[in-house]
């Protein structure tokens, strides 16, 4: 197992990426739900808010994972690529929740069942903040280019003319 070099930036590992992203949204969501004495924010926080925390992780981190660092010209900042892939992964998490939403209580099993109706809420915070933590490590694991132009700190000595 090599070590990374001093300065270097931390590496970009799925598994964990995906683990932490199940875990701490469910862990919080969890116990705010048994502080709260909501017995249905505990379900939802180990299945629906957890699970899709979890599935945007490694859906996202795998796609970025196989993108090739570049060497071009400046790339979009950080702050900004995180916040894009969080918009859209809140825009398609509100798109399967309402369609979720909408459907589910057509099936038999579940047409009492207030699950259904969380899912507009649910999905598209578990996607937003899923898709902002991955892309913002993904990016911070990158490494770093040089500027494109360089500045002379040696003072050069002046040209003699014949």
């Given amino acids: 197992m090599s070590k990374r070099a001093d300065?270097?930036?931390?590496?970009?590992v799925l598994w964990r990426e995906v683990l932490i992203a199940y875990a701490m949204p469910a862990l919080t969501a969890g116990l705010g739900g048994v502080a709260t004495g909501r017995h249905?924010?505990?379900?939802?926080?180990?299945?629906?808010?957890?699970?899709?925390?979890?599935l945007v992780a490694?859906?996202?981190?795998?796609?970025?994972?196989r993108r090739p660092v570049r060497t071009?010209?400046?790339?979009?900042?950080?702050?900004?690529?995180?916040?894009?892939?969080?918009?859209?992964?809140?825009?398609?998490g509100l798109?399967?929740?309402?369609?979720a939403a909408h459907w589910l209580p057509h099936v038999p099993?579940?047409?009492g069942s207030p699950w259904p109706g969380r899912?507009?809420?649910?999905?598209?915070?578990?996607a937003a903040i899923a898709a902002t933590i991955t892309t913002w490590r993904w990016r911070g694991s990158r490494p770093t280019r040089a500027p494109q132009h360089r500045i002379r700190?040696?003072?050069?000595?002046e040209r003699q003319t014949p």
């Avoid at 249905?40 to 979890?54: D, F, K, M, W």
């Avoid at 700190?153 to 000595?157: A, D, E, F, V, W």
């Fill in 119 to 126: 899912l507009p809420i649910d999905l598209p915070v578990s």
């Fill in 153 to 157: 700190t040696t003072p050069q000595p």
């Fill in 7 to 12: 300065g270097a930036p931390p590496p970009f």
């Fill in 95 to 99: 798109a399967a929740g309402l369609a």
């Fill in 40 to 54: 249905e924010l505990v379900a939802a926080a180990l299945t629906t808010i957890g699970g899709t925390s979890a």
């Fill in 72 to 92: 071009g010209p400046a790339r979009t900042p950080r702050p900004l690529a995180a916040a894009a892939l969080g918009l859209a992964a809140a825009t398609l």
């Fill in 58 to 65: 490694a859906a996202l981190g795998a796609v970025l994972e």
């Fill in 109 to 111: 099993a579940l047409a």
